[in-house]
Each structure stands twice: as structure tokens, then as C-alpha cells.
């Protein structure tokens, strides 16, 4: 098995599957292009890889036959799959069923967070936040208000109840901005919760490793 992923300070679509590849316990070969580079070069290397000229993207088995897929979330799902040991989805139908809502949520909405917040992990924390836009700080609102419910409902530590899981994958990177930008969740309807998830993620040992070969 072959994932391959982009600069790993910047590319969060990245982060996201190599966590949740991690977690599956599958042995599976890392292959790292630096994006941004001139010349197009990274692009020319990525579509070496993915036709979609998009990272990340998964290689398990024979080029003919075998699985051949981009998209972090459809990653995940195949992985979930090939893998149902490593349990990455709670087994509770209902607690499921609201983190692959949460995980699609995170997928596909957030837009002004992720602009004016993006990621980059060496990038040293913040002394102070930023001024948030409107729909920034709205963004975080929702972000903080998803966390606590799931977490109040299903009696945490993870969104999905006791096994961390795909979900917590695709919040990962929310957590890396909430440190670099110093983002004041208490004043955007925190009690603590989001707070200490926010933790939680960044003192999970494959989040470290990732960190590790920044």
C-alpha cells in the first residue's frame, strides 16, 4: 500500500488520511511531494501519482486491478473497510452516523476558517489572535458547538464516544489552527470542552510522528 501525501506543514487533506492510515495499523509506503515548488514541478509529480492532480492519494494492490484513489474522506471510508478491526468509525449506529456527518461537514464547509487560518505547523504560535472576520468567528462557533455536542452526547473523549476514529482525523488540522493563530474558543461558546479535545488530538502519538518529519 502506497499514500501518497503533500508537504506535510501545509497540507491538511494529507494530515487527514495519513492519521486515519495510521490508526487502520496497515503498513503502507509513504511517498512525500513538496508542494509549491516552481516550474509546475509539483504538479508534474503529483500527476505521476493522481490523476486528479490532487494529494493525497491511496495505492493498494496491482496497478490494474487494484484500488486506486484520491480524496481524504473516500481514503478513509476504504480504509474503514479494509480494516474494521482498527474501528474507525464507532460501532453505535446512531454515534456513527453523526461522525461521518461531522467528518462530512468538516470535508466539505468552513471555507472562511480554512482562508483566513490555514494551516502550517512551522509556523510559531501566536502571541494573540487575529481579528476573526465575521464568518471566520462563525466558522469557529459551529466548529466549537459540533465538538461539545458530540462530545456531550456521546460521552467522549473522542466525537464519536470512546475510540478515536475518522472524525477526530478530519478535526486534526482545526486543532493545529486553534494553536498556531491562538484562537480564543472560550470567547466563541468554549466551556472547556473544545478545549481539551483540542489537546487530546495534538497529544495523539501519530499526530506527533506527523509533526516529527515536518
Request: with cysteine; charged share 20%; hydrophobic share 50%.
Amino acid at each position: 500500500m502506497e499514500l501518497v501525501i503533500g508537504t506535510k506543514a501545509w497540507s491538511t487533506w494529507s494530515l487527514r488520511a495519513w492519521l486515519v492510515a495510521k490508526a487502520s495499523g496497515a503498513a503502507f509506503e509513504e511517498t512525500l511531494i513538496q508542494l509549491r515548488q516552481e516550474n509546475n514541478v509539483s504538479a508534474d509529480r503529483i500527476l505521476a501519482h493522481s490523476p486528479s492532480g490532487l494529494v493525497p492519494f491511496l495505492k493498494d494492490g496491482p496497478m490494474e486491478t487494484g484500488v486506486a484513489i484520491g480524496d481524504s474522506l473516500a481514503i478513509s471510508e476504504y480504509l474503514a473497510e479494509r480494516f474494521p478491526g482498527a474501528r474507525l468509525w464507532p460501532a453505535d449506529p446512531v454515534a456513527r452516523a453523526q461522525a461521518r456527518a461531522a467528518a462530512a461537514e468538516m470535508h466539505s464547509g468552513f471555507a472562511a476558517l480554512r482562508a483566513q487560518c490555514p494551516m502550517d505547523l512551522a509556523a510559531a504560535p501566536a502571541a494573540a489572535p487575529p481579528e476573526l472576520s465575521e464568518a471566520t468567528a462563525k466558522d469557529v462557533r459551529r466548529i466549537v458547538a459540533l465538538w461539545r455536542g458530540l462530545i456531550g452526547r456521546f460521552g467522549g473523549p473522542w466525537l464519536g464516544g470512546g475510540d478515536w476514529g475518522i472524525a477526530d482525523a478530519f478535526f486534526t488540522p482545526v486543532a493545529t489552527r486553534v494553536r498556531t493563530y491562538a484562537l480564543p474558543l472560550a470567547d466563541l461558546g468554549d466551556d472547556g470542552t473544545a478545549a481539551g479535545y483540542v489537546e487530546r488530538l495534538l497529544a495523539r502519538p501519530e499526530f506527533r510522528a506527523w509533526e516529527a518529519g515536518i
